[in-house]
C-alpha cells in the first residue's frame, strides 16, 4: 500500500524556519518524481515546487523562489522541505504528493 507521510509543521514566527518530511512506504520513491502543494483556508491547493526522482527541480512558484529548497534522501525513502524566510501568510496545510499519492498533510502557522 502506497502511503506518504508529512511531518514538521508547526507554529513559527515570520522570518523563521521550518524543515517538513515526507516518508514515503510501499513504493520506492527514489524512481518518481515528487511534488509539494499547500492549500490555505478557503483557497485552492497551490502546487509549490515539483523534482525529479534525482533531485533536480523541474518547477517552482515564483512566491517561493530563493527561500524554499526540496531535497530527497533516496535511501530514506523520504523528501523534505526547507522553508526559510516565511512570510504571515496565514495558516496553510503542506501537502507531498508522487504521481496520484497524497499524503494527509501538516499544518503550518506563521505568526506575525
Known amino acids: 500500500q502506497i502511503q506518504l507521510v508529512e511531518s514538521g509543521g508547526g507554529l513559527v514566527q515570520s522570518g523563521g524556519s521550518l524543515r517538513l518530511s515526507c516518508v514515503a512506504s510501499?513504493?520506492?520513491?527514489?524512481?518518481?518524481?515528487m511534488r509539494w502543494y499547500r492549500q490555505a483556508p478557503g483557497k485552492e491547493r497551490e502546487l509549490i515546487v515539483h523534482?525529479?526522482?534525482?533531485?533536480?527541480?523541474?518547477t517552482q512558484a515564483d512566491s517561493v523562489k530563493g527561500r524554499f529548497t526540496v531535497s530527497r534522501d533516496n535511501a530514506k525513502n523520504t523528501a523534505y522541505l526547507q522553508m526559510n524566510s516565511l512570510r504571515p501568510d496565514g495558516p496553510a496545510v503542506y501537502f507531498c504528493?508522487?504521481?496520484?499519492?497524497w499524503g494527509r498533510g501538516t499544518q503550518v502557522t506563521i505568526s506575525s
Open positions: 523534482i525529479s526522482n534525482t533531485g533536480e527541480p523541474i
Open positions: 510501499g513504493f520506492n520513491m527514489s524512481n518518481y518524481g
Open positions: 504528493a508522487v504521481l496520484s499519492s
